[in-house]
Structure formats: C-alpha cells, structure tokens
C-alpha cells in the first residue's frame, strides 16, 4: 500500500455518513429484500458488466424458476443458459451454475462463508467474495470494482491507473481499512450505491454528495480528472455471412456453438467469416462444410454485434435447401416456431424478425 494514503482521513466520519444515507437512500432492488447468500450471489453475478435495470427483470424470473441453489444445481444446462439468454457474457451463468453443484455436493448446499472456499467456487473473484461475505455473512470484507474504484480514487483523490490489477489491490488494501465493521454490508452497499447515484462517470452530483467534506477530490477540484484509467484496446472487427437456410418444412439450420470460449454452448445460425471466402463461392462452401446443397437468396439485412474485445459485422442472407435431414451431429434442422426454444446470442434472435 502507498505510505500515507489514508494518513489525517477521518474514517470513522466517512463511514457514518456514508452508512446513514445508505440506509436512507437506498433504491428499493428485488435482491435486497434478503440476505440469502444464494441470492446476493446470483444479483452480484447478473450485475458484473449490466445496468441495474437490465438485471431486474432477469432476476426476478431466474430466482422464480430457481429459488434455491439445489434447484439450480439440478438444473439442464440449456435451460439454465435459456433465463440467461441476452444479458451477455455467458461464462457468467456457465460458472454459476458449475459453482451452485459444486456447492450442493461438497457444502450440503450451505453457501461456504470463508473467504478462501468461497473464492475457489468457479466464477468467484475478490470482488463477488466480498459482496457475498459482506451482504450475506456480515464480514467486513471489501469488494471493489470499477463503481468502487472511481469513488475511493476521488475521495482519497489518488491518481494510479486504476486498469492496472497491482493498484486494485491496492484499492482493496484501503477499503479494508476503511470498511465499518459495524455494518459492512451497508458500507460496502453504500460505496456502490454512491457510486451508481451520485458520484457518476459524468458529472457527478458533488453538491447533494454526503461525504463532500471527506473527498480530497472535491477540495482540490480534481474531480473530473479521476479516476485515472488506460484508454481502451480498440475492438477488432469480424466481418460474416449468416445462412438462414430453410427448407419446405420450414425447417431452419441452426448449429451449436462449441463448449468454450465466446457465447459458449449457444445456438446460432450458420456464420460464415468472410475473410476466408466469397458470396459466389458460399454455396460451394456450405455443401463441403455442412453436407447441405443449397441455394442462396436474397440479402435480408445487417446487423452488429458488439463485444468487449471484437465487433461482430452481420450480414445476413436467406437461401433454401431441399434436404430435409440432417445426417450430422454438428446442426440441424428446427421448425421456425421451435427456435426459441434454444438459447441464442442477442444478436441471432433478432435474426428472427427477418426469417420471411
Ligand atoms: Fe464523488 Fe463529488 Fe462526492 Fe467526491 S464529493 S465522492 S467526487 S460525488
């Protein structure tokens, strides 16, 4: 920890007044009418990278098809990525549900509240850990991320690179110290609720904020200028062709994704990159890749898809087929109205609207 960060602070005045609004100000959100480590557990997941208000809703319905962690455990897994289907980042839910058997076999489905067997459950980093020590056990662990970050970086108006992981270390360091070990499940809400309210990315509400007289920031007006963060690697761009190829049933192609790596185990139309072949080879290309003969139709659109790291570029052509079997096990053939039934990634069941 740098020397003298949390010198001359005065910690027990921040935490006061950062609990006290809490309590007062607190957004009335469906897990927070609990304190079941099972459910902290999956809000704190959905809510890794997704706006509050997307989450809701996605809550609510996961939490009614699975209202304990035995039910999730014992869950298929399909149906498990179907409640997941558009919030994205689908490790997330792969993990999640790994962890809960893991939870239900070696814990008798008891939520482990030790900071290292809850660490070691799969998709579990310092951050979740401490949410679900703090929120559920009480236990005046500090979770920090990029919400977190931004507030602690103006009150104590530190100017690291707060993308660096040494310096989220660091973070963790000072709100270890300054965590309320009186209640630390509202201090650490509080933090984020700040964060998420008042002390915003852009024009942060500095004159309504209840710990303006702590924030170093605020007295040396170098709030805007915090917190410190590396520019963004630019998205690299990927260019494909989407197959809706259909047969006279009404039948649609669809394929699963592979078992790991991006949109992992979802389903999807045929993607075809264009970088390694051209529209008037396709059908060439698709009869020596899929054993289909088909014939390509008419453009239907384009759509995008953005990730972290990469820009998917969509455009998306019908074609018809007269097979009407697949004799592999790598796709096959689903009635138009059975495709929703399978979990596909946003921008796939948009697609959809574009099926003639
Ligand atoms: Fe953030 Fe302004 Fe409050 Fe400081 S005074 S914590 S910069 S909102």
Not at 16 to 41: F, M
Request: charged share 25%; glycine share 4%; proline share 6%.
């Amino acid at each position: 920890m740098k020397k003298n960060v949390l010198q001359d602070f005065d910690m027990i005045g921040f935490q006061e007044s950062l609990v006290q609004w809490y309590k007062v100000n607190k957004r009335d959100l469906p897990w927070r009418n609990s304190q079941d480590p099972y459910k902290i557990w999956v809000s704190e997941i959905m809510l890794q990278q997704t706006r509050v208000d997307t989450v809701i809703p996605y809550f609510i319905r996961f939490i009614n098809k699975y209202p304990t962690i035995y039910d999730l455990a014992n869950a298929d897994s399909q149906d498990v990525l179907k409640q997941w289907e558009g919030l994205g980042y689908y490790s997330r839910v792969r993990n999640l549900h790994h962890a809960a058997k893991e939870v239900v076999a070696t814990y008798n489905g008891h939520v482990p509240n030790e900071p290292k067997k809850l660490g070691a459950l799969k998709g579990i980093g310092p951050y979740t850990r401490g949410a679900i020590l703090s929120i559920a056990f009480d236990q005046p662990e500090p979770a920090v991320d990029g919400n977190v970050m931004r507030v602690i970086s103006r009150v104590l108006q530190i100017d690291d690179n707060t993308s660096e992981p040494r310096v989220k270390k660091d973070f963790e360091k000072y709100v270890r110290e300054m965590i309320a070990k009186k209640d630390p499940s509202s201090f650490n809400q509080g933090i984020m609720e700040l964060g998420a309210l008042v002390c915003t990315p852009k024009a942060p509400q500095c004159h309504i904020c209840p710990v303006q007289k702590y924030c170093r920031a605020y007295e040396n007006d170098v709030v805007e200028q915090l917190p410190i963060k590396a520019k963004p690697k630019k998205q690299k761009t990927l260019q494909y062709i989407v197959l809706l190829i259909r047969n006279a049933n009404n039948e649609y192609i669809i394929e699963q994704r592979p078992q790991t790596g991006l949109l992992a185990d979802l389903w999807q139309f045929p993607m075809i990159p264009v970088d390694e072949i051209k529209l008037d080879e396709i059908e060439d290309w698709i009869d020596k890749n899929y054993g289909v003969k088909m014939v390509l139709g008419e453009k239907k659109g384009e759509l995008k898809h953005v990730f972290t790291h990469i820009i998917w570029d969509l455009e998306v052509f019908e074609a018809n087929t007269l097979q009407m079997e697949s004799d592999s096990n790598d796709w096959k053939f689903v009635h138009r109205r059975e495709l929703r039934a399978h979990p596909f990634p946003v921008s796939h069941l948009n697609m959809m609207n574009l099926l003639s």
